[in-house]
Structure formats: structure tokens, C-alpha cells
């Protein structure tokens, strides 16, 4: 009877000990979600049990934009506070930009995701489809609009002031790709008019 107490005491430690790995779990309390970082995950990178790995792997295959939004938020919810938030949500950005630019979402969809990316830390892959989703959102008016267009040029130069560039020429291409995508929202807005 002793001997199966010490094994059972045993096997309680070793489930308590195993259960405490807090180096390689990072706990989001909002969703209470484990999110299980791989080893050697190198800063800033995806892990593979985010739904945008999944999706671009062809594990998940979402049905309809709404899906795809519903996932888009799980993930976002999931990354809060994390090294890899800001890459996360622009890679979701290359699939939800794609879908907005084919005609899918409703309005409240494509005003969310302007909002969405005016708040991201920055959003340098994305600045033309941005601009264009900005354009043809007809739920906004001219004046908030523009507010949008001024706030998120400011902050994405920002980003790129702040990123140490292996040569001046990608800075500066990069800046002249921010400016051509405000300069052609511009030229649409008079059109408008």
C-alpha cells in the first residue's frame, strides 16, 4: 500500500513539474489560450498553430470572407502582446487585402480592416492596397478620410525612419512606394469630387 502512495505522489510531482513550463508558453489571459512557442523560434516569427500558418499550409480552408475575418480575430487575439503581433497581422493582410480587392466583405468589413491597419505598429507591405480599400470605402466621409490617409502616412514613415536599412536605396524605395501609393488615394479623391 505504501509503495503505490510513493508512486502516486511520484506521478502527481512529475504532472505538476511538466505542466510549469512557463519559458516556452506565453499566456494570453484575454482568450485564455495557450500559445505553445517552437524551440529556436527565431524573434518575430509565426508559430506554426496560428490559423494564418494553417491557412497558407492547406490545413484550413475557410469557406467564406466571414470566416475568414473570424480567424483573422482569433489570431489577433491570440498574438497581443507578443514578438510576432505586428508580422501576424501583416501576413493576414495579404489574404484579406486579396479578398477585399476581389469584392468580397461587406462595408462594415472593409471599414474594420482600414481602422484595423491604422493601428497596426506599421503597415509597410500593404501601403497601395490600403490606399485603395481607403479610396472605395463609401461608409467614411472625405474629411475622416483624409485624417485616415495623413495618420497612417505619418505613422508608416515613422516605421521606416526607425528601421535600420541595409542600404539608403531600400529606404528610399520604400518611402518613394508610402508617397506614389498617398500621391495615386489623392488623385482618386479629385476624381471623386
Known sequence: MKKNLFYIV????????????KDNINMNEDVNQKIVLEEGREKGSIPSVMEIKKIFSGITKPQSFSEYVKLYKKDVARSVDTDFDTNLKNMWMIIINKKLSEG????DQ????????????????HFGSFYKLLTNLESIDQAEKDRISKEYRIKNQKAIDQIRWHNPEEKKEKEQQLLMARRTYGILQIGKK
Open 10 to 21: 511520484a506521478l502527481l510531482f512529475f504532472i505538476v513539474g511538466c505542466s510549469d513550463d
Open 110 to 125: 472593409k471599414k474594420f480592416f482600414v481602422y484595423e491597419q491604422l493601428n497596426f505598429e506599421h503597415n509597410l507591405p
Open 104 to 107: 468580397e466583405g461587406t462595408e
